[in-house]
């Protein structure tokens, strides 16, 4: 009787779980903090270093933050979009925010060298800096043995060692307040091979080594790292990015009929992730949360799945499309 009693809970949880991650569009640990977590009310007066804040995911995630009354560094290359990002939050804060609470820095985020006097900026703007949410990046469609490294190399310095030598400026700001908080947006493509798309994916990984060492190290002072990681989303990403070819862009871009989670929803989930500081969040539309669940869970299971599957159907999974109608447009 008591050993039924423990099958059927254990068999009822595993149900449960299993049809929750089909359910939700990101992991448990974020499902539960949205329904039952920390407002990201609580986040009101923080101050937040938002890169590639003028486009994308940066940019809703920065809409997200100021409808709670969050104070914004918003830095990327191109001034006139950062000014249009700044009147939306602007109103979106509904009074707030005012003027001087949203700070604009236009920046190149591969220029290393001018990392410490943009953040010394925002730091004696504001007199201090809370959270460092590096957005700024690219991703990439090619097949991979046509990749130049050339490629491998402009790739790495924008999504790797620009949020490599960033962080190491804020950490110095966050040793010295005692207290910081820095944030990647990664990708799924962080936790599973995505493929045709080798170059991106490695430099997600990347992203992962370097922050999940950085955590641990850390773990007993108060500093938090959270890689945000999100799948197919609304966002104009594809007209941006890489090929295998040097200097060339893959003019794509995402159709209203793909399967994808707006950008909106995923700024709203990187807003309760930030405020509960998780360490890794998942998001993304079926069946993206069930699959990385089966690749970090089960790898065997996975491993048998993709055999099955097949790399078209996973690529067609991201992009709605097949990387030949990628490639050469539609
Ligand atoms: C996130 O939300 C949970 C659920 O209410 C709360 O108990 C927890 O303290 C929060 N975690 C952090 C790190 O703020
Ligand atoms: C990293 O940032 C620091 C501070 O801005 C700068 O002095 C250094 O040159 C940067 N590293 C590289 C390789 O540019
Ligand atoms: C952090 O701050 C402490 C003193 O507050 C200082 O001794 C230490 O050298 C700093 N560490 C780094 C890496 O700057
Ligand atoms: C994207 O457009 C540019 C300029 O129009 C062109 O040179 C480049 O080849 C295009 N990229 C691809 C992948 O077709």
């Not at 992203?207 to 773990?219: V, W």
Request: glycine residues 8%.
């Amino acid at each position: 009787m008591f050993f039924t009693v423990i099958g059927i809970g254990v068999f009822t949880y595993g149900a449960l779980y299993t049809l929750l991650t089909c359910l939700a569009d990101c992991d448990l640990e974020l499902w539960l903090y949205e329904k039952f977590g920390k407002s990201p009310r609580r986040l009101k007066g923080k101050v937040v270093f938002i890169t590639g804040a003028s486009s994308g995911i940066g940019e809703y995630t920065a809409y997200a933050l100021a409808k709670f009354g969050v104070k914004l560094t918003l830095s990327a290359r191109r001034l006139n979009e950062l000014k249009r990002v700044k009147t939306k939050c602007l109103e979106l804060s509904k009074g707030q925010l005012e003027d001087k609470d949203i700070l604009l820095l236009p920046m190149d985020v591969t220029d290393c060298a001018s990392h410490k006097s943009q953040f010394s900026k925002a730091v004696s703007h504001f007199g201090k800096i809370d959270i460092l949410l590096n957005n700024a990046g690219r991703s990439q469609r090619a097949n991979w043995e046509e990749i130049e490294l050339e490629v491998d190399k402009q790739l790495f310095d924008l999504n790797v060692f620009a949020v490599v030598n960033l962080t190491r400026v804020a950490l110095e700001h966050f040793n010295a307040t005692g207290e910081g908080h820095v944030a990647v947006v990664s990708s799924v493509a962080g936790v599973i091979g995505a493929p045709y798309s080798g170059t991106y994916t490695g430099s997600k990984h990347a992203i992962h080594g370097y922050f999940n060492s950085l955590r641990i190290e850390n773990m007993r002072k108060n500093l938090h790292v959270t890689l945000l990681c999100p799948g197919p989303t609304f966002t104009n990403f594809l007209g941006e990015a890489f090929t295998g070819k040097a200097g060339e862009k893959l003019n794509s871009s995402v159709q209203e009929t793909d399967k994808r989670m707006t950008a909106e929803r995923c700024g709203y989930l990187n807003a309760v992730a930030l405020v509960n500081k998780t360490q890794e969040s998942w998001m993304g539309l079926f069946p993206i949360i069930p699959l990385i669940y089966v690749s970090v869970y089960f790898p065997v299971l996975f491993k048998l799945a993709v055999k099955v599957i097949g790399p078209q159907y996973l690529f067609k999974l991201r992009d709605s499309k097949t990387l030949d109608q990628n490639l050469h447009k539609d």
